[in-house]
């Protein structure tokens, strides 16, 4: 396959700028989402969400009804040259950054930024028989050298701002590639006032990879659709992390290990208290947003600097100190459409965490 490109350089990853049929993105394109059968294995897993079906399907009807359809947006691809090896250019005589790339039969390109786009072209195409759509022309801006780590973050650099697209799951891939958690660059990616989120994303993705405990099977893999059981989303739960992990609480100070073991350890004892809220986390909302905000506050501003100060963090000493709070360590207070809905929204997360709080001694 030739492809007419203009041959660019941006911080030493080769950019070829050119143009493919929608028949031919369809054939060598490539997008890696998350596998739910590889689980949270985050050196082995994708990066993409998963595809909204009724968004690229829009799209694919918006091109066979258009008749002569405008998509100008460009497709952002990767070559993957160090998995793949090095693309062919071949250089026009008149001007060397201009000429053709020669894809061998086989070779795939990673599909960065264009997956609602490129599925909507395949349900036009494949599904609905638009065979006029396949000499569409699209523009591609393909990465020819560029290092997996930086498609991912173009992946989030581009989607992060767009709040209905989940990009935790870059940002901890991400993490799994950086070779330091000061990385600046993840630090400038998280944003402003976000620092904590490093940090959380990483603890949270741990903690849903583990085999034991009271949240194996209840954080929502990354962009599926959740599972009956999966009641808490990886974002959420790395937000609500932000007390315990603030410079304020002292046992931020922990290494990764030694707090996820706390964290660990704190939700076990309030699973002591409350085992038929554990047992069915679809009925009770202890587990779900509301309960991830008001008891991480509640853990960072009492219960666990009490263990700190006790020397234990078992579950069993968790229980014992948050047993006081009768009127909320109780699982009708939890109980869906019980007196929990009282408590919404940041606000409401708040002042349910104070009102635990002055209940304990």
Not at 63 to 69: A, F, K, S, V, Y
Not at 199 to 206: H, I, N, Q, W
């Amino acid at each position: 396959m030739n492809i007419p490109v203009i041959r660019a350089m941006q911080r030493a990853v080769t950019l070829y700028i050119g143009r493919m049929t929608a028949a031919s993105l369809l054939q060598i394109g490539v997008i890696t989402e998350w596998d739910p059968d590889i689980g949270w294995d985050l050196n082995r897993q994708g990066y993409q969400r998963a595809p909204l079906a009724k968004h690229y399907r829009r799209i694919g009807e918006f091109l066979i009804m258009e008749g002569d359809p405008l998509l100008p947006t460009s497709a952002l691809l990767s070559a993957r040259e160090d998995e793949q090896g090095v693309l062919h250019f071949e250089p026009s005589a008149s001007n060397l950054d201009f000429g053709y790339l020669k894809l061998p039969e086989g070779r795939m390109l990673y599909i960065v930024d264009y997956q609602h786009r490129w599925r909507g072209l395949e349900y036009a195409i494949r599904e609905k028989r638009a065979v006029n759509l396949r000499d569409f022309q699209i523009p591609v801006v393909i990465m020819a050298n560029a290092r997996t780590y930086e498609e991912i973050r173009q992946f989030y650099l581009i989607n992060s701002k767009q709040r209905r697209i989940d990009t935790d799951l870059a940002l901890a891939l991400m993490q799994t590639m950086a070779t330091s958690t000061d990385d600046p660059e993840l630090i400038n990616l998280a944003g402003p006032g976000k620092r904590y989120r490093i940090r959380a994303t990483r603890l949270t993705f741990r903690l849903a990879a583990m085999s034991t405990g009271c949240w194996v099977a209840r954080i929502q893999e990354p962009n599926m659709s959740p599972k009956p059981e999966q009641v808490a989303s990886p974002k959420s739960f790395a937000d609500s992390l932000r007390p315990i992990l603030s410079n304020r609480c002292p046992l931020h100070s922990l290494s990764d290990n030694e707090l996820l073991q706390v964290i660990m350890n704190y939700w076990e004892g309030i699973r002591i208290l409350m085992p038929r809220a554990f047992a069915g986390p679809r009925n009770y909302a202890i587990q779900k947003t509301p309960g991830l905000f008001s008891m991480h506050r509640v853990a960072a501003q009492k219960v666990l600097l009490i263990c700190q100060n006790q020397g234990n963090y078992s579950p069993q000493n968790v229980a014992g100190i948050l047993a006081p709070a009768t009127s909320y360590m109780d699982e009708e207070f939890w109980a869906t459409g019980g007196p929990i809905t009282a408590y919404g929204g940041a606000g409401g997360h708040k002042a349910l965490a104070d009102r635990i709080i002055a209940q304990l001694p």
